[in-house]
């Protein structure tokens, strides 16, 4: 949404504090933003616990869910707002403004839905990041999980577990890759699969 709006706002204030934010999200690698969150928002202001240990309430997932989140909010927002700008000045928006279609059936049926078509493709992308960024922050935050037990297994040098829930994560990354190449007939009923 942020990225649609500061497409459709281009050059404007709003667009442009989001962009300097990207950019600058971009820029951290995740492991980075984690122990910034953990000390900042965890330790320092006690927002948020530090670490989540196993039996911890689900609020305390929240920490370690917007890490995951920021590192990929920048991409999808910039590749969105790119997007919308360049769907914007496509013929057929013209033409749907001529035709007298009001601004908020024009953009969300016309222009977000045709803008959605690289976002969709770079979340796929986005997904792999996830999962690496999911074992990563489940490290350092101590989250029991899949991504926990990978940190765990590199740290240790347990080849056989780590090749193992490798396999599973490249298994499901593909899953994904195949849901969202269904997913363009859904977002474009001029793709159509043989």
């Known amino acids: 949404l942020i990225g ?3 497409g459709l706002r281009k050059g404007k204030f709003f667009d442009n504090i989001n962009l300097i934010i990207g950019l600058i999200f ?8 984690a122990f910034i969150a953990q000390y900042g928002l965890g330790l320092k202001l006690g927002w948020f616990s530090p670490t989540v240990g196993a039996g911890a309430p ?17 991409t999808s927002m910039r590749l969105t707002r790119a997007s919308v700008i360049d769907t914007l000045n496509q013929d057929f928006v013209r033409t ?18 045709n803008s ?10 986005d997904f792999g ?4 960024g999911a074992t990563v922050t489940e490290g350092i935050f101590n989250v029991p999980g899949v991504g926990n037990v990978l940190f765990n297994a590199i740290l240790k040098g347990e080849n056989v577990t780590v090749v193992s829930f ?29």
């Open 4 to 6: 649609l709006f500061s």
């Open 26 to 33: 971009m820029s951290i690698p995740i492991f980075v933003i």
């Open 58 to 74: 689900l609020k305390d997932l929240l920490l370690p869910a917007l890490v995951l989140g920021v590192s990929l909010y920048a």
């Open 96 to 113: 749907a403004y001529a035709k007298g279609l009001s601004r908020g059936r024009v953009v969300p049926v016309h222009v977000l839905r």
């Open 116 to 125: 959605l078509i690289p976002t969709v493709t770079n979340t796929a992308t």
């Open 129 to 132: 990041t996830l999962m690496v």
């Open 166 to 194: 490798v396999t599973v994560m490249v298994l499901v990354y593909l899953g994904v890759n195949l849901f969202i190449d269904l997913l363009y007939a859904v977002l474009d009923p001029r793709i159509r699969y043989a």
